[in-house]
């Protein structure tokens, strides 16, 4: 079988194909295969990798445009994946500036960590006497975000960054700011909301390919929600991503229960959503949108009882 | 086969892709499928009320499921974010959240019993490939599709689970069916950018761009989306997205429901052709 793998050498790109017996490979993990053809076709083949037990996360690459973490993945899951191929793609991850082959630098991305100050600000009632301790329903809210490798996996699928890093930051980097903005034993959770919606919070697109890849099970896209639930209540709220997403729970709870898409441009925007009027009338022409709409639509059947579901919840919460 | 449902339009389908419901309602007798409306269905918080209120959310989705539960039918869905944040909201009750959440249902007489699967259109066809191949009346051998996913039909797998998030055919399975060519489309799997038009404007258009462009050099007749609010995105604004890439390519973008309702030959106007932005009339 074949494995096709992107290559750079520092100055150009190129593909190179390497034939292995699938009997030799087949019960390897990927990252076996690669040190497999390292070892046995071609030394010069960089890629990095270091625990080989899925702890140190460094030997994260794409396998048909998909990330793996190549130590924790089986050829033979990749063999099911994709349906017995009897060719695979390897590249580095995606949205970061390869370095040499399958290596690719990690300093940008370090630097996003830096600015969410991912390490835990204990509240001052902490001592070195008394210690830093949390009970386990604590610990367990933030346990799950905790087993983030940095293995870049959920940045290397994460769509916005392909479309523009300069105003996102990778998805574990957002991950890290929830872990120890949600953590009981943190004096300020803003210290890391903060900087999280000044880079980029409000911009995610909701792809999920973040969740979908990470090989901790954790979900970047959650932990982005978490996030912005967490600015909004304390009172982090201007700006388009705030309004737009309130629009939406206020057409649910305050109106008729469902959106209402004309009142939806003029909460997100304002007044300056007049700058979409070619928008608006392309859909009025399309017969797509009702301009009498603007008037609020029918209540749904039985939303008093939603509402009031709604707030014995924010009741119980509250308690 | 599973044939009567209980429907879950979604706020969409009533208003800006008025023509995907159209389409479905076309299609579904002819398909044999009846859909039953859910009277008082809400909305499902189109993966943007969780920024606010997560709580909320839950407790709308979970009344939302209870409604079908109500009806004893499995609920069905067109639109892939209304798919994910129902089956999300249910995945969270099934695993331990239905007791709590179920004390606030009760203000309103009602309970979550976890009887009610959610699944879509795209998922029902897929499961019935046989079924449509045999009612098709006008097969599409001369168009070539460009077949677009959108996310939230595949992703996250673990909460969708109906295939392989990385590696799906469902969708390639049901074009087949109908006839027509699917054609290689690197983009197939990518997003649309449609819940971040406003906060992310400018990359939403590159990447919406980018899909058309894909379609456009794979010499694709047409797209297609299992997902109403992806037609939208890569319809309506597909002007303003070449625009800002200075790209000529323009690509009609078709629902689902209306491709599938030209194989079985049901007319344009039916499907609501005339309702789509970039010009679709030719494919019908």
């Known amino acids: ?319 | 086969m599973q044939n009567e449902f209980a429907f879950f339009p979604g706020c969409v389908l009533t208003q800006a892709a008025i023509e995907a419901k159209m389409s479905l309602e076309a299609i579904a007798p002819v398909l044999g499928i009846k859909l039953k409306e859910i009277n008082g269905w809400s909305c499902c918080g189109a993966s943007q009320a969780q920024d606010v209120d997560p709580l909320a959310t839950l407790v709308a989705n979970a009344r939302n499921l209870a409604l079908a539960e109500k009806m004893n039918l499995p609920m069905l869905t067109t639109c892939s974010t209304c798919l994910l944040m129902l089956r999300r909201a249910k995945a969270q009750l099934d695993s331990g959240e239905k007791e709590r959440i179920n004390t606030f249902l009760a203000k309103g007489n009602m309970s979550y019993k976890g009887t009610s699967e959610v699944t879509s259109l795209l998922w029902v066809l897929a499961q019935n490939a046989e079924l449509i191949k045999s009612k098709v009346q006008k097969p599409l051998s001369n168009l070539k599709v460009a077949v677009f996913y959108g996310c939230h039909s595949v992703r996250p797998g673990k909460d969708l689970g109906f295939e392989s998030s990385v590696n799906p055919t469902s969708f390639e399975t049901v074009i087949a069916a109908l006839g027509a060519q699917v054609v290689p489309f690197t983009k197939r799997l990518d997003c649309c950018g449609f819940h971040a038009v406003y906060p992310a404007e400018k990359s939403v258009m590159k990447m919406t761009s980018g899909i058309v462009n894909s379609a456009a050099e794979s010499k694709a007749d047409c797209l297609v989306t299992p997902c109403p609010l992806c037609q939208m995105q890569i319809d309506i604004y597909q002007d303003d997205a070449q625009a800002t890439t200075k790209s000529k390519a323009r690509v009609p973008v078709l629902h689902l429901a209306q491709i599938v309702g030209l194989a079985l030959g049901i007319p344009a106007k039916k499907l609501g052709l005339d309702y789509n932005v970039i010009d679709a009339s030719k494919l019908g």
């Open chain 1, 1 to 319: 079988m074949k494995f096709i793998i992107d290559r750079f050498d520092g100055k150009k790109n190129y593909q190179q194909t390497y034939t292995v017996e699938k009997k030799d490979i087949e019960a390897l993990t990927l990252l076996g295969t690669l040190l497999f053809i390292k070892q046995h076709l071609d030394l010069t083949l960089n890629f990095t990798a270091s625990c080989r037990m899925a702890i140190c996360g460094a030997c994260g690459v794409r396998v048909n445009g998909h990330s793996y973490l190549a130590c924790d993945t089986k050829m033979t899951e990749l063999f099911e994946e994709y349906k017995d191929a009897d060719t695979f793609r390897i590249s580095p991850l995606s949205n970061y500036t390869v370095i040499s082959d399958l290596a690719v630098d990690w300093e940008p991305a370090i630097e996003n960590l830096r600015k969410v100050k991912p390490g835990l600000v204990a509240k001052d009632k902490f001592s070195e006497k008394e210690g830093c301790v949390q009970n386990q329903e604590e610990y367990d809210r933030i346990v799950g975000q905790w087993d983030c490798i940095l293995c870049g996996v959920c940045a290397s699928e994460c769509n916005k960054l392909s479309a523009d890093r300069s105003d996102y930051m990778e998805p574990f980097v957002y991950t890290h700011a929830w872990k120890v903005a949600n953590d009981s034993r943190t004096k300020d959770p803003m210290i890391h909301v903060k900087p999280s919606v000044a880079n980029g919070l409000w911009n995610c697109v909701h792809c999920h390919e973040c969740t979908n890849r990470c090989p901790k099970h954790i979900s970047a896209a959650d932990d982005i929600a978490g996030l912005r639930a967490l600015a909004m209540k304390k009172g982090l709220n201007s700006g388009v991503g705030p309004a737009h997403a309130k629009s939406f729970y206020t057409d649910l709870v305050e109106d008729s229960g469902r959106l209402n898409e004309i009142r939806l441009a003029l909460r997100t925007e304002g007044v300056s959503t007049v700058l979409r009027a070619g928008t608006a009338v392309t859909l009025m022409s399309a017969g797509k949108m009702n301009p009498l709409e603007i008037f609020g639509g029918h209540e749904i059947e039985g939303h008093k009882d939603l509402v009031k579901m709604i707030e014995a919840a924010h009741a119980a919460h509250k308690e």
